[in-house]
């Protein structure tokens, strides 16, 4: 382990040099491919493409297929022409179709992908050859935007503020953009060249074309732009951008014995969103005072593991331009998490309201984020980014009848700070560092929460050739608290240090500092028309601890992961894709106890009919489960055979179906499985309307239950669980234009476990899953009925370019019994019939522009 820590160090040392040389071999040639023209006469937005310059403007003919048959000439001829003004970019694309009437329109929200025909239109306006800009239109006027970051990442929450207007006639369909030189971050009066593509969707032949190739085949996607020249500004770029924001909202709660709770409750407020163009290529966003009541409420879970529940961020400010602040220390069926995780900010309090009897209590729900900044862009060839948000101290109100009333701190005062900063080199390699903090002003009944907490790293990509790279990270820690808090640390299940069987880490209850670091290497092969691997070996140290403002399940484990593909995107007799892959992955902690050790195989296919079908299997060998116990001994698992299933039918029909299916067991008592069938239809063009339903099996033959104290000994208690879970999802979208549009989303989820043969753990390493437990008479009872009804409905008005007009209402029905039967009528009849608590707000934003 010494070895590999002292390896990625002196990596990082000897890393620019490294870099450098590999530049020198795989930078790509730049080509001047494109001009664009200045315009004399101001030009019209309406799509007919009528103005003189686009008479003048040459044109870009040479699209190639991307998909299907990457590299042929495509099916239908386009043409695309640049232009500009003193304040913005300006590009007129002609979609010549040979058959007009088949051309697909589907009308849905902005930022909605269908599977209509589509024109995009992506602009590099650094020149770095790593981020870029998309913006892009269907034949009906519905637009979507992202940016693109890393050569080839995208956010989709990215929102710009332009324009784009089309028209259709028997030659096929136009699309004619303005796109603002300010929303580009574009200040050139030399004519300096930007990156550019155009890229072609023609839905009913699931068909691709770009200029130039974009390949499939190939690492990145930005870095194979195109160039052009010729774009010149005047004048500067307006550079404020200002986004006031007003909000009355109407609270509908259920009846409550608590004094605190009013059965309405209306409420309002103002903030203010900020955006300001530094320079070219650096932006400052703030927010002061946001909200966030139009953003779908998070899916219902019940977790009966030891690690805590991932759940993506929603809130628009924090998703918009993420993609900076990421630093991976795990990756997990493409699920990454790292030193900064923004739902950290503006968390749900970590103390509850200490009651008396007869008192009652009124908590907020989360901690308000009293204002938040960032600073994303380029610096030269530096790409970086920066953020601080304040949250205010939260109390609740205590009190009773007759009881003077008291406040309580249940969270406290917070800072949060990250700083990201990469260094781009020609040939698509980056080194890169980030740091975070978070700092607190403690109440005295918050002192078991960190004071202050600290991580940093570094990372690194190194191109060695256009298909090979090295990659890995670095990465430390440090915690600082009163003894309680650290204590308290030590003792969570993400270290658990006070395991009686693990003899390479202690608990200290003087500490007042926890530190630990990680960091991984991999080795892959990044593009190939026919196969790509990776290798890849890291460890997180007992210590090492990023929760405060990062997302870590656990750390002491060292683990290796290897991975093989080989991919045939060349359409054949019966497909039009084939993928296999070999997946080998295991992990130890750091006393060598083996957690995981398992090997998967899996094909996808798509057909030439659009049908896609995915199957895969796996081996997992024996677990040691490490933290099953919440702090106690660890317990072998046994080894376990699974396999997963998929099956999807033409997703641009009218009507399509999905199917996903998991089945696993371990022949000792314990299996698993899952059914999600889901079914998506269009009646009108701008109508859709898609259900799902999922039902999860759980029989696990030793499902932890309670640790318990008895004369000063501790008893671990198991029993059989038998789980069923599920739940429908139901959504409704209606587009009225595509500035107008009504959403719909509703889920009712059960889940109810009965636990039975109670047991208790007698030696957790004995090899036989039998030896390791004794029959065991359980006083409690922990049979759980969960019970519970989501909804959010929104309409959403963009009533000019950049302001919008919300209208939302959200209902939350929850229940629980201790009863662990599932039946479907009575609990689902449950869902529907628990106390509701409804909001209804109105928001209304105005964007400026200065």
Known sequence: MKLLIH???????????????????????????????????????????????????????????????????????????????????????????????????????????????????????????????????????????????????????????????????????????????????????????????????????????TWPLLSRN????????????????????????LLPYTLGSF??????DNPFVERTDPAGSLGLDLKYAVRPGLTVTATVNPDFGQVEADPAVVNLDAFETFFQE?????????????????????????????????????????????????????????????VTGRVGKFSIGALSAVTS??????????LARRAQAIEPLSGYSVIRARREFANQSNIGFMMTSTNRKLAESLNFLPEDSYSGGIDYDIRLSRRFNLSGFWAGSRVEGTTEAVTRLQRNTVHAFQRPDADHVELDVTDTVLSGQAGAFNVGKIAGEKTRFSANYGFKSPGFDVNDLGFQR???????????????QVPGRFTRSFIWNLNQYAGWNFAGDRLWNSGNVNMHWTWKNFYTTSVGFNVNGAPFRDRITRGGPGVFGNSSLASWHSFGTDGRKSLSFFYNGYVESDRKGTT?????????????????????FRYNVNNDDAQWVANQNVEGHSRYVFGRLKQRTSAFNFRVNYTLTPNLSIQTYAEPFVSAGAYSDYKLL?????????????????????????????TTNVLRWEYQPGSSMFVVWQQNRSGFEDIGSFDFGRDFGGAFSAPAHNVFLVKLSYWLNM
Not at 554 to 568: G, K, L, P
Request: aromatic share 10%; net charge negative.
């Open 251 to 256: 609270s509908l709660n259920p009846t409550s």
């Open 554 to 568: 656990r750390a002491d484990e060292r683990y290796v992961s290897h991975w093989f593909q080989m991919r045939d």
């Open 7 to 209: 390896g990625a160090l002196l990596a990082t040392l000897f890393l620019p040099a490294v870099v450098a040389a590999a530049t020198a071999r795989a930078a790509a040639p730049v080509m001047i491919d494109a001009i664009a023209v200045p315009a004399s006469s101001p030009i019209v937005l309406d799509g007919k493409l009528t103005e003189a310059v686009w008479e003048q403007a040459p044109a870009i003919k040479e699209f190639v297929q991307r998909e299907p048959a990457e590299g042929s000439a495509p099916s239908q001829r386009t043409d695309a022409r640049i232009a500009y003004d003193s304040s913005a970019l300006y590009v007129a694309v002609r979609a010549h179709d040979t058959e007009p009437e088949r051309i697909v329109g589907m009308l849905t929200r902005r930022d909605q992908r269908s599977p209509s025909d589509w024109i995009k239109i992506v602009v590099d306006s650094y020149f770095d050859r790593r981020s870029a800009y998309e913006f892009a239109v269907n034949p009906v006027g519905v637009k979507t935007d992202r940016y693109y970051f890393n050569d080839g990442a995208s956010d989709d929450s990215w929102d710009a503020v332009w324009d784009v207007r089309v028209a259709r006639d028997a030659d096929g369909w136009t699309a004619e953009f303005r796109i603002p030189f300010s929303q580009l971050r574009f200040n050139s009066s030399d004519g300096g060249p930007v990156g550019f593509a155009v890229i072609r969707e023609v839905g009913r032949l699931a068909e691709t074309s």
């Open 393 to 402: 101290e939260e109390e609740a109100t205590i009190g009773g009848l007759g």
């Open 672 to 692: 698993r499985a899952n059914a999600g069938p889901s079914v998506t239809w269009r009646p009108t063009a701008a109508t859709s309307v898609s259900t799902g």
């Open 218 to 241: 190939a690492n990145g996607f930005v870095s194979q732009f195109a160039e052009v020249r010729g774009l010149r500004m005047s004048g500067p770029p307006k550079k404020l951008e």
């Open 314 to 374: 929603r809130r628009p400010f924090f998703v918009e331009g993420s993609g900076t602040f990421q630093f991976n220390v795990d990756c997990s069926d493409g699920q990454c998490t790292g030193l900064f995780y923004s739902r950290r900010i503006g968390r749900s309090p970590q103390a509850s309201a200490s009651l008396a009897d007869g008192e009652y209590a009124e908590s907020p729900l989360s901690a308000t984020i009293l204002g938040a900044a960032k």
């Open 762 to 790: 007698v030696n957790g390493r004995a090899p036989e899953h039998t030896d390791r437990y004794r029959a065991y008479a359980y006083g409690g009872n922990a049979d759980f009925n969960i019970r519970s009804f989501r």
